[in-house]
């Protein structure tokens, strides 16, 4: 019998991903490839974060993502 599909666990899931690139070591590798390296892993850390953050809802078959990019006034970001 299948599960059924629960787009929150989905969201934990890339929660978990997020966290495992910030945690992530970087090789001995030095100079483009490590720039390149650590750009990726901040670009992965971003996106796993947002979808992460996002509501996730699931109609009729349709997976939704919302993700509010609004500023958080309370909170405060340069």
Not at 4 to 13: I, K, S, T
Not at 28 to 38: D, K, L, N
Not at 46 to 70: C, E, H, K, P, Y
Request: net charge negative; hydrophobic share 35%.
């Amino acid at each position: 019998m299948e599960e059924a599909f629960d787009p929150n666990e989905m969201l934990d899931r890339f929660k978990l991903r997020a966290e495992a690139v910030k945690a992530r070591q970087i090789p001995p590798v030095e100079g483009q490839e490590r720039r390149r390296f650590v750009e990726q892993a901040r670009l992965d850390y971003f996106d796993f974060s947002i979808i992460a953050d996002g509501q996730a809802t699931l109609d009729n078959g349709i997976l939704t993502i919302t993700v509010d990019l609004r500023p958080n006034e309370d909170n405060e970001r340069s």
